[in-house]
């Protein structure tokens, strides 16, 4: 594809991933323009860094040379991208339209060809690293979707991730995300019965973390969430309600491509018990309070 010159974008989506995104290709000097469907966020960020907003994530793309999404699920994604109203309708021939949901590797495929047949391009770029990651431009990108389209995204995709990765064809990303999900979902847990054991044990909690954290057991889960396990501390980071819609998605591909995943299937089932003492809005290291008690 020819080179494209990318100065005016449309981000659609300002959640607590979405909105530092967003913030990081206005800072770099780009013309932004976004859509949020609760309006009160869109006119917040806008307040806050300037551009525009848009009533309709199809006026947003209109005239955008590139167009990001980040959304909650298959639903929320349909939703902004299709329809008379929806971001596909407004895009320009040959720009490039980058979602960087969480969602089904299915719907990243159907997606990709509506947008071929359409005269763009599509990239599934889900990211990892959370919101501290976000707000710090420090986030890992999987991208799947054309080569050609990757490497005219990449570096816009750069303002905001440390990493950015083409893995493959269209849904490559996705699947990448479910891999990184559920080695995620294992790590979790076990951190958190390794915690448990430890504080029952009688030993001094701090003084294990630092310990452990320089041999085999080192891992960003034990650097970042051991200490605030042990402390009772769930109130940031990634919400419980959004790590089992991941590890549902993963489970749903499992079962299409005959994977094994017993560890992922249990740990799914106790955030589902954290969604019933509604817990939802903790973050996802909260499977500490299953044990604590």
């Known amino acids: 594809m020819a080179e494209i010159s990318i100065k005016k974008v449309a981000f ?5 991933m979405g909105n530092p995104m967003a913030g990081h290709l206005a800072r770099a000097g780009l013309e932004v323009t976004v859509f ?11 307040e806050r860094y300037g551009g525009r907003r848009a009533a309709t994530s199809r006026e947003a793309v209109s005239d955008a040379d590139m167009a990001f999404s980040c959304v909650g699920n298959d639903d929320d994604l349909r939703d902004v991208a ?3 109203e929806g971001a596909f309708a407004g ?8 979602d960087h949901s969480t969602v089904s590797a299915g719907i990243a ?3 990709y060809e509506t947008a071929r047949l359409m005269g763009f391009h599509f990239l599934d770029a889900p990211v990892s690293g959370g919101q501290s990651g976000a707000e710090k431009g420090a986030l ?8 050609e389209a990757f490497e005219s995204a990449r570096a816009v995709m750069a303002r905001y991730g440390r990493t950015v990765t083409h893995l493959g064809g269209p849904g490559a990303g996705q699947l990448t995300k479910m891999v990184n999900q559920i080695a995620i979902a294992g790590l979790v847990q076990a951190l958190a019965e390794a915690m448990n054991f430890a504080v029952r044990s009688g030993l001094a909690a701090d003084r294990v973390i630092e310990v452990i954290s320089k041999g085999a057991a080192g891992s960003w889960q034990l650097d970042n969430r051991a200490a605030t396990m042990v402390e009772g501390r769930f109130d940031f980071g990634f ?10 998605i993963c489970l749903d591909e499992a079962r299409r491509n005959g994977a094994a995943l017993p560890v992922t299937a249990l740990v799914e089932q106790f955030y589902g ?10 973050d996802s290291s909260s499977l500490m309070k299953l044990l604590a008690e």
């Open 82 to 84: 299709l329809g008379p």
């Open 239 to 248: 919400a419980v309600d959004w790590m089992r819609k991941d590890l549902q």
């Open 36 to 46: 949020n469907r609760t309006v009160a966020k869109a006119e917040s960020w806008v």
């Open 12 to 16: 659609i989506g300002l959640g607590v």
């Open 140 to 147: 890992s990108i999987m991208v799947g979707g054309d080569a």
């Open 273 to 282: 018990l954290l969604q019933k003492r509604e817990c939802g809005r903790l």
């Open 91 to 98: 895009m320009k021939p040959g720009s490039i339209y980058v």
């Open 109 to 111: 495929r159907e997606l």
